[in-house]
């Protein structure tokens, strides 16, 4: 209906026959043209308005001469507009961006130390839940590309335990490359190490500090000789959380040979501010076969590498104190921090060989 149009039922009563017969060709000619007849010209009708019941009152337009009218002049009747089986998406602009759920705080599927802890099933080997941390843990960690720390160490070298040294190191898995840079004690700061699998002809360079440093320069060493071998129980070339991890694996393969042996896994351990969980390894009688009486492997429960380790042997007395043999840390560790050849070279303007 139209504003200020009197209904048809009221013209019908006054016009008589004649009036209605021509009000309802008006009405049938306007629906063929898929106009509103109430005067909404250039509407057409939806898919929806075909299919249902007519919004107009049966006494403008009866079903039977709508249908009627329909077929004698289908050609006229403008097609129906098909609404789309699903609903396209709204432009690009006008889309709701995606959430990043990919970026979480912990990966779902990643293998952790804890899911092996009270995995110890009957009659097999105590040790055998902390190697198979490990074997999944190495392969995790061979993916690993590089990294740096700050590694804290202290050893027992001829029956006396040392100092704690402190030094930067740069670590790159492929070619196997270390770089040294001594932070403490006093009397070895700013010593320096390069070592680069394949290069150099296996050699290290290495340079000292205070008069050896004037006196020598940047030296040529081999890993394991006896010069870069003082003061240390391990060579260069055996450095980083892989090589300890690959370490405690061979310790462990071999001591499950035997029995006489405790593990224990402790939870919410801490090194310095990170969350760990503590594997305590025990051999409780002395024996030849075994090379520790205690060790302790502090695993990263998000990184899952090992950050911390210290092994010590039997007690001289009974009742005393079991006796340091050696113990590393890594502090603030970065992974894959990207670095590149400049990293390991001693042209490097930031090194001082």
Not at 69 to 77: H, L
């Amino acid at each position: 209906m139209t504003h200020g149009a009197r209904p048809l039922s009221l013209r019908m009563s006054i016009a008589g026959p004649a009036a209605l017969l021509i009000a309802i060709c008006a009405a049938g000619a306007s629906f063929a043209q898929g106009v509103d007849p109430a005067g909404q010209r250039g509407r057409y009708f939806s898919a929806r308005d075909a299919g249902s019941q007519s919004r107009y009152p049966a006494a403008q337009q009866r079903p039977q001469d709508r249908q009627q009218q329909a077929e004698q002049q289908p050609s006229r009747r403008p097609q129906a507009r098909q609404q789309p089986r699903y609903q396209q998406a709204p432009p690009a602009q006008q889309q709701r961006r995606p959430y990043r759920v990919a970026e979480r705080a912990a990966k779902p599927n990643k293998p952790s130390v804890t899911d092996h802890v009270g995995t110890g099933k009957p009659g097999e080997h105590p040790l055998m839940p902390a190697l198979r941390w490990a074997y999944s843990g190495l392969k995790e960690m061979e993916k690993i590309r590089d990294y740096s720390a700050v590694l804290v160490k202290r050893e027992r070298i001829n029956g006396e335990v040392g100092d704690y040294e402190r030094m930067f190191i740069k670590v790159r898995h492929d070619p196997f490359s270390v770089y040294l840079y001594f932070l403490s004690p006093q009397k070895f700061k700013g010593r320096e190490c390069l070592y680069i699998r394949g290069a150099n002809e296996g050699k290290m360079w290495a340079h000292d500090v205070g008069l050896r440093g004037k006196m020598f320069g940047t030296v040529s060493l081999k890993p394991d000789g006896v010069i870069a071998m003082q003061g240390q129980r391990y060579p260069l070339t055996e450095m980083g959380i892989l090589n300890l991890t690959r370490r405690l694996v061979e310790v462990g393969e071999h001591d499950i040979k035997y029995g006489e042996c405790e593990v224990k896994f402790y939870r919410g351990a801490k090194v310095a501010d990170r969350q760990c969980t503590c594997i305590e390894v025990i051999h409780p009688v002395p024996r030849r076969n075994f090379r520790f009486h205690l060790a302790r492997i502090f695993v990263d429960d998000e990184l899952n590498v090992p950050i911390r380790y210290e092994a010590y042997s039997w007690p001289e007395t009974q009742g005393g104190q079991p006796k340091l043999i050696e113990e590393y840390t890594y502090l603030n560790l970065k992974i894959n921090p990207g670095f590149t050849d400049a990293d390991f070279d001693i042209e490097n303007p930031n090194y001082s060989f």
